[in-house]
């Protein structure tokens, strides 16, 4: 059974301040998706990594891929109010040419003034 | 302009009543989904199509069900519903194999069952 977990699952920060975000999983994936969700809202698609070694960036926010270690990383940079949200990874297995996804458990940022 | 809608986006109502969540998309997205999420929680796939007349159980059982008679329709159906169904239910819709395959999100229905 695919496990993906995430930490830490609560982040405080002050802005200007740098932090990374992990996010495990316990067998092999196939793509690793990142998503940006406000309270009470839906999710937004940040990030969609593909392979080992994917980095992608926008803005103060990058998101990295290692298979092998079955991590990934959201780096935020020079963190700024707007960035408040919960973060959540998911991992896609592919079956028969169908894919499914095993969200983690969140990471609710909170960025101080 | 191509999105995916839901409707209600709140509902409140009495245990035992039956209801229905509609889902709509207009991206011509032949798989879509249906993820149950509690406040703060992470999400759970409680249903799932990849078109027309196929419906499939996700990873986390659940007393609703879902239809697709129409490629971008893909309604969930509670026949009695009880406190335990108080919840956050997102639909979801994708594009076949060739592409990300990325996920988009509808704004979802804040259900509470009294």
């Known amino acids: 059974e695919l496990k993906v977990e995430q930490n830490p699952l609560f982040l405080s920060m002050q802005e200007g301040k740098n932090y990374t975000i992990y996010c495990n999983y316990s067998t092999t994936s196939d793509r690793l998706y990142w998503y940006r969700q406000d309270p009470g809202k839906s999710l937004e698609s940040l990030f969609v990594?593909?392979?080992?070694?994917a980095v992608k960036q926008e803005g103060r926010l990058m998101a990295s891929l290692d298979t092998k270690a079955r991590l990934s990383t959201l780096h935020i940079t020079a963190a700024v109010h707007d960035l408040s949200a919960t973060y959540f990874c998911a991992v896609g297995k592919t079956n028969f040419g169908n894919e499914k996804l095993t969200f983690g458990t969140g990471t609710r940022l909170t960025i101080i003034p | 302009e191509a999105d995916i809608y839901q409707t209600p986006r709140y509902l409140v109502i009495g245990t035992g009543k039956k209801i229905t969540l509609e889902c709509s998309q207009t991206m011509g997205h032949d798989k879509m989904y249906w993820y149950q999420q509690d406040p703060g929680m992470e999400l759970h796939l409680i249903h799932y199509?990849?078109?027309?007349?196929?419906?499939e159980k996700g990873d986390l059982s659940s007393e609703s069900t879902v239809s697709r008679i129409r490629t971008e329709h893909f309604p969930l159906t509670l026949e009695s519903a009880r406190p335990s169904h108080t919840s956050q239910y997102l639909c979801?819709?994708?594009?076949?194999?060739?592409?990300?395959?990325?996920?988009?999100f509808g704004p979802g229905t804040r259900l509470t069952v009294l």
């Open positions: 979801a819709s994708s594009e076949l194999p060739g592409t990300y395959n990325e996920q988009f």
């Open positions: 990594l593909l392979s080992n070694g």
């Open positions: 199509s990849y078109g027309v007349n196929s419906t």
